[in-house]
Nanobody, 125 residues
Framework: QVPLVESGGGSVQAGGSLRLSCAASANTYRNYCMAWFRQTPGKEREAVASFSSGGSVDYSDSVKGRLTISSDNAKNTLYLQMNNLKDEDTGIYYC???????????????????WGQGTQVTVSS
């Protein structure tokens, strides 16, 4: 399992924005399927966005249109831009990586992962 470090969480009001970051090794960043998961209170951990080594992205229906996954090649960093945040977005967000194809949220959701500490996002209304 590859070690990833999440950061950027915080407390915001509903309607606000946050950008989460995930730092990875150059090998991971260039070759693996990477994804953001979240664990929200009372629900199972959910894959919300994926990013392939070729730059293809995929989103769960629950976040499509509000969350955007992107990357910075120079920094080997994956981002999750979160806009128009809602109370139900509150939770811990995790970044994971796997050698898998196709790189889709549905694929990543089926696999076991080694979880880091994640980063806490709290949305208040």
């Amino acid at each position: 399992q590859v070690p990833l470090v999440e950061s950027g969480g915080g407390s915001v009001q509903a309607g606000g924005s946050l950008r989460l970051s995930c730092a990875a090794s150059a090998n991971t960043y260039r070759n693996y399927c990477m994804a953001w998961f979240r664990q929200t209170p009372g629900k199972e951990r959910e894959a919300v966005a994926s990013f392939s080594s070729g730059g293809s992205v995929d989103y769960s229906d629950s976040v499509k249109g509000r969350l955007t996954i992107s990357s910075d090649n120079a920094k080997n960093t994956l981002y999750l831009q979160m806009n128009n945040l809602k109370d139900e977005d509150t939770g811990i967000y995790y970044c994971v990586a796997k050698l898998v194809s196709p790189c889709k949220v549905a694929t990543m959701a089926l696999l076991s992962h080694s979880w880091g500490q994640g980063t806490q996002v709290t949305v208040s209304s």
